[in-house]
């Protein structure tokens, strides 16, 4: 009988504390495939969401993603309109400087896109020094263009950038490498090309208001668990077709 009642009892500290979970509002920009992006449905998918809603699973919160448009996000978590961010955000001196950073996820670096018709004449990125660049906005693909040369555009999404690209509205794109060879494989369109050299490495991290020092804790727990428990590289595989 006791055994029942102590099952029971359980049962019910479980049910609220899923009922009680709290919901954390992390903010994402929605055309950085595969990291996020918007299905077919409408629905907000990509490795990251995945990541994020694993590591709410363990540190023990709901995850409510909204979207908006990545210059926003750190001003956002500033003015406490959103928890936190995950959106590809590299981690630097000067956003650090502003809010709080997880351990790191996920090391990239940037590569640059060109027209296929255009590969003999641009072989490395130091070759593109005296063209015309294209990056999104606010992103270290716009640090490093306008490093390379200074005649860049910027724009407000991935997508629009390399469409400037492929109308000749400028020589090449710069991006994180994984969003590049995402698109270079999904939209099997062979009239762009990936040049074969990776400019800095970068190391990927989840923004974190400095004013909530126990939710960096929390997802940095949650983030070392899922590590530990293969859900990361379960979630890794999925979107990169490889286990890290």
């Keep these: 009988m006791k055994k029942g009642l102590l099952v029971a009892a359980l049962t019910i500290c479980s049910a609220l504390s899923i009922a009680n979970a709290k919901t954390i509002k992390i903010g994402t920009e929605a055309t950085f495939a595969p990291f996020e992006f918007t299905n077919e449905k409408s629905e907000i998918i990509g490795f990251d969401i995945d990541i994020i809603k694993a590591i709410g699973a363990e540190a023990g919160f709901d995850v409510e993603i909204v979207n908006m448009p990545f210059d926003a996000l750190v001003p956002s978590v500033l003015t406490s309109q959103l928890e936190g961010a995950i959106a590809g955000v590299t981690i630097t001196e000067e956003r650090a400087q502003r809010v709080n950073f997880s351990d790191p996820y996920y090391k990239s670096g940037i590569s640059a896109v060109i027209r296929k018709e255009d590969a003999s004449k641009y072989p490395t990125i130091d070759s593109l020094k005296s063209s015309r660049l ?33 109308t000749k509205g400028c020589e090449a794109v710069l991006n994180d490498r994984p969003v590049n060879l995402y698109f270079l494989r999904t939209q099997n369109d062979d009239s762009v090309v990936e ?24 997802i940095n727990e949650g983030l070392d668990k899922i ?5 990361f590289a379960e979630i890794h595989k999925k979107w990169f077709n490889v286990e890290e």
Excluded at 206 to 212: A, D, G, T
């Design 134 to 166: 294209c990056a999104q906005i606010g992103t270290t693909g716009a640090n490093a263009a306008q490093k390379i040369s200074g005649n860049f555009g910027s724009y407000n999404t991935v997508p629009e950038a390399i469409m400037e690209l492929k």
């Design 195 to 218: 040049i074969k050299e990776l400019l800095n490495g970068e190391d990927y991290g989840i923004m974190v208001s400095k004013k909530n020092p126990e939710l960096l804790k929390q």
């Design 227 to 231: 590590r530990k428990n293969g859900k």
